[in-house]
């Protein structure tokens, strides 16, 4: 367990009200695992890594957006808690490689394929890459909705603030495969996995 993960769990203890996570023995135990979830404020990942990691005893390596990765004190932060720079609306190759090689290792990979935090809530559009990783690799795909945190750290905000609940649901694993001759189109499986999350979600967050 990361020492961030300890303090992280620490801190949202003390600023939510309730917390509440569901679904947490559907994390298989060993083996590659694609986490696909909503993005809705900056402590999602830090949420999600300060319950899974303690657990269920794996840590998450993650795909973050590159400029973050160039920040002072934040890239050297992000870097020593498995996070690896995506360049946003590129085809970034580098990337993907590193996203094949944690899963080629039988790790936890997690992805926001929003790519970005939502404006107003609602889970939007997935991209294509988790859904190309989970083609390429066979490996489980797991739907995580999270609610509430964008309460705890609205976006623009600069520290966090008190919320009243933050809520997690983790779906069960699936699955997405192709032969040679049948591959899926990569926009029906994003969307897939989009829905597969927005189900977990409270009404207000669907889109």
Known sequence: MRLSDAFGGWAIRRLAREIVVEGMERIPKDGPVILVGNHISWLDPIFLACWLTPETGRAINWMGKAEAMRWPLVGTFLRVNGVFGVRRGAADLEAFRLAEGVLRDGNVLGIYPEGTRSRDGKIGTFRDGAALLALRSGAPVV???????????????LLPRRAARIHMV????????????????LPLVAEQMRAAVATLLPHEYRP
């Open 170 to 185: 983790i779906g069960e694993p699936r699955r997405f495969t192709y032969s040679a001759g049948d591959r899926p189109a």
């Open 143 to 157: 739907p995580v909705a999270v609610s509430g945190t964008e309460q705890l750290w609205p976006r623009g905000a």
